[in-house]
């Protein structure tokens, strides 16, 4: 069993920054695949990045390519999310998952945590 706790999110003006963390506990987490879901009412739940278990190979949704940067610290049980040049349409509900990179049933969420962008 993993639980994850995202925090960091926040409101910030459109050009600002913010940094996500994501704190899991429980055992393995290097054996988890991290990526950062996001969701806006209306919309499906769509990845926003993500971030392997041994290489640290990424991948990144076209719509932030070259504005965020997806870490973890496995040391710390932790991931982060780096978000740049912030733009109105980047407000969403931010989610933490973690998939096992074996057993792709042990699959765990995040609560979320709210980004808001706007001037």
């Known amino acids: 069993q993993v639980q994850l706790v995202e925090s960091g999110g926040g409101l910030v003006q459109p050009g600002g920054s913010l940094r996500l963390s994501c704190a899991a506990s429980?055992?393995?987490?290097?054996?988890?695949?991290m990526g950062w879901y996001r969701h806006t009412p209306g919309k499906q739940r769509e990845l926003v990045a993500a971030?392997?278990?041994?290489?640290?190979?990424?991948n990144y949704a076209d719509s932030v390519k070259g504005r965020f940067t997806i870490s973890r610290d496995n040391a710390k049980n932790t991931v982060f999310l780096q978000m740049n040049s912030l733009k109105p349409e980047d407000t969403a509900d931010y989610y933490c998952?973690?998939?096992?990179?074996?057993?792709?049933?042990?699959?765990?969420w995040g609560k979320g945590t709210l980004v808001t962008v706007s001037s």
């Open positions: 971030i392997s278990t041994t290489d640290g190979s990424t």
């Open positions: 998952n973690a998939r096992h990179m074996i057993y792709a049933s042990f699959n765990y």
């Open positions: 429980g055992s393995s987490f290097s054996m988890y695949v």
